[in-house]
């Protein structure tokens, strides 16, 4: 299994441009995740999804967009990049869920809009 | 959604010394989550505990849950190399909510 892959892993945007991060899980959980991590920071909760068409937000969702088609899938949208969405972005997975289940992380897409 | 405070943010320690880094939260938890993230890396989970009191050994690593079930510990044993990175809690409360972590390093 390759798990958690993310794409892609580096990228920089000029303000205003859009762009989707792509995630994908082959262990088949139900529950996918983004998170952004800002410089000596923690992780702070993007949008997360319980299931193929359902997601729901998290602590810090505007500038975003999330959509989940098939279990595998999580794409996460930036429209209108702008400076305050630099940071690195993880997509993790779970299989039953936030409260009682382990979260495996992708590697991050380390993203800089200038 | 639920706030944790975590510390201390930064730990510099030689090499065979102990290290702790605590988290602290106002109200009462359901459940905490341990990560480790080296460096460049992502976070790895390392341990969840549920129960008020809670101890749980992996090798060096103690982890605690208070009796209150508002703070939890993690401490190394006579650290190593091998234990650089910044360790982070994380609570679940409506959406999950990660502390600001804690950098160790260790000088050989």
């Known amino acids: 299994n390759a798990g958690v892959t993310q794409t892609p892993k580096f990228r920089i945007l000029k303000i205003g441009q859009s762009m989707t991060l792509q995630c994908t899980q082959d262990?088949?959980?139900?529950?996918m995740y983004w998170y952004r991590q800002d410089p000596g920071m923690g992780l702070k909760l993007i949008y997360y999804?319980?299931?193929?068409?359902?997601?729901d937000k998290g602590e810090v969702p505007n500038g975003y967009n999330v959509s989940r088609s098939t279990t595998e899938d999580f794409p996460l949208r930036l429209e209108l990049a702008a400076p305050s969405q630099t940071s690195v972005y993880f997509c993790?997975?779970?299989?039953?869920?936030?409260?009682?289940?382990?979260?495996?992380f992708g590697p991050g897409t380390r993203l800089t809009v200038l | 959604g639920q706030q944790v405070m975590q510390i201390p943010q930064y730990q510099h320690v030689q090499e065979g010394e102990d290290f702790t880094t605590y988290c602290n939260s106002s109200?009462?938890?359901?459940?905490i989550q341990w990560y480790k993230q080296r460096p460049g890396g992502h976070p790895v989970f390392l341990i969840q505990?549920?129960?008020?009191?809670e101890v749980k050994k992996q090798k060096r690593l103690t982890f605690q849950f208070g009796e209150a079930k508002k703070n939890s510990s993690l401490h190394i044993t006579a650290t190593q190399t091998t234990d650089v990175g910044t360790y982070f809690c994380?609570?679940?409360?409506?959406?999950?909510?990660f502390g600001a972590g804690t950098r160790l390093t260790v000088k050989p």
């Open positions: 993790a997975s779970s299989s039953i869920g936030l409260i009682t289940d382990t979260q495996y």
């Open positions: 999804s319980v299931g193929a068409g359902i997601t």
């Open positions: 109200t009462t938890l359901s459940n």
């Open positions: 994380a609570v679940f409360n409506n959406d999950m909510r």
């Open positions: 262990m088949n959980h139900n529950y």
């Open positions: 505990l549920v129960k008020s009191g």
